[in-house]
């Protein structure tokens, strides 16, 4: 465990009852000072987690550490967290001030402490004068700020924000997401994020954790998850995957749609049968001849700074193509891609088992 481990979860399930547990045996850490995402479908076990941490309810089994120390039956209102929910739970009766106010309040804290700290607060969220507003003359972005600086004002190690992005509309939730980076930054407090959205997730953490059915598939940078995805699962829910069946030839080559390619792979069997990830930006559209594929094209949208192109091979592979280039349906296209943008992948591999594969290989490459 790293000094700068703030959060550790170990082996920790949540069962109601009878029912499937909605975490499994999930283990992991959370550093000081960055943004977390946790990202997954509806169901897979996100807000939970923020639940366990928060304290709002106890793990079935396993350990929660906050700072080293087990934490499993300390009370919500004992733990250095605060949590910024998706309606941001305000108190319509009170204006911005008071609901800032609130928890300082709770703690009976003199009036002039509460007076800096409130202001202090909104200052950071860029709310300075507005103290007098009522919540219902706000905005919902400036709700948003008002939830973080209720939360922020108690000064808590860890914020916790439950898809707070989800209910506004789409240009004032990619200014928010900004704005709560630039937060997080500046603050230098751990956030906790949760959101379905991928492009959310992409664009605001430091670490996303992937998770699925209860477990955690994937952790990593967004540069990692979406580089390299570790199995089908993730490779599909984040951004837009070309996948298709091959087999291993040997490090460094892969043969797949009745092809031999150079790639940047190595670790698995000879001639072992893999799946193959290839980014639609990472295919570029050419002459049949210079192509490294032979497609036709079978339909073609336009979505802005895109279009996006889907074609077939002769073996019946679909191919997904975002491209600046116009395509004409019913053409035959060639596709060309760098040994780079084939991503291996060894089907229903788990995170634990590849970092396992990948530590023997290197052991064994070391030992030569």
Excluded at 78 to 95: E, G, I, K, M, W
Excluded at 156 to 185: G, H, N, W
Excluded at 274 to 283: G, Q, T
């Amino acid at each position: 465990m790293s000094d700068q481990t703030i959060i550790r979860f170990e082996n920790v399930t949540k069962q109601y009852d009878d029912d499937p547990p909605v975490l499994n045996q999930v283990s992991f850490e959370i550093e000081r000072g960055k943004f977390y995402t946790l990202l997954g479908p509806s169901g897979c076990g996100k807000t939970t987690i923020l639940r366990l941490i928060a304290g709002f309810i106890e793990p079935s089994q396993g350990k929660i550490y906050m700072n080293g120390k087990l934490v499993n039956n300390v009370p919500a209102n004992r733990r250095q967290v605060n949590t910024v929910f998706q309606d941001y739970a305000l108190f319509p009766h009170l204006n911005v001030f008071e609901n800032v106010a609130f928890g300082l309040r709770i703690k009976k804290m003199k009036n002039d402490l509460v007076q800096k700290k409130v202001k202090e607060a909104l200052r950071f969220v860029n709310l300075e004068g507005y103290e007098n507003r009522e919540i219902r003359e706000m905005s919902g972005g400036q709700r948003q700020r008002v939830a973080i600086a209720r939360a922020i004002v108690n000064e808590p190690e860890v914020i916790l924000l439950d898809e707070p992005l989800s209910a506004l509309d789409l240009k004032l939730r990619t200014e928010m997401q900004y704005e709560l980076r630039e937060l997080q930054r500046r603050l230098g407090i751990t956030f906790i994020f949760v959101t379905h959205d991928q492009e959310e997730a992409l664009a605001m953490s430091d670490e996303i954790f992937v998770l699925n059915k209860g477990k955690i598939e994937q952790s990593g940078t967004p540069t990692d998850i979406y580089d390299e995805p570790i199995n089908r699962f993730v490779a599909d829910f984040i951004g837009e995957s070309n996948i298709v069946k091959g087999k291993m030839i040997h490090d460094y080559l892969v043969e797949f749609a009745g092809k031999q390619f150079e790639c940047v792979d190595q670790g698995l069997n000879p001639n072992e049968a893999v799946e193959i990830v290839i980014r639609p930006e990472d295919l570029e559209i050419t002459t049949p001849e210079k192509g490294k594929l032979q497609v036709k094209v079978d339909t073609q949208l336009f979505r802005g700074v895109h279009y996006e192109i889907s074609c077939y091979d002769q073996d019946g592979n679909e191919w997904l193509v975002h491209s600046t280039k116009k395509a004409t349906v019913g053409d035959e296209i060639g596709l060309f891609f760098d040994p780079e943008a084939i991503h291996v992948m060894r089907p229903g591999e788990t995170e634990e088992e590849f970092d396992k594969r990948l530590e023997a290989y290197e052991e064994v490459g070391h030992e030569k």
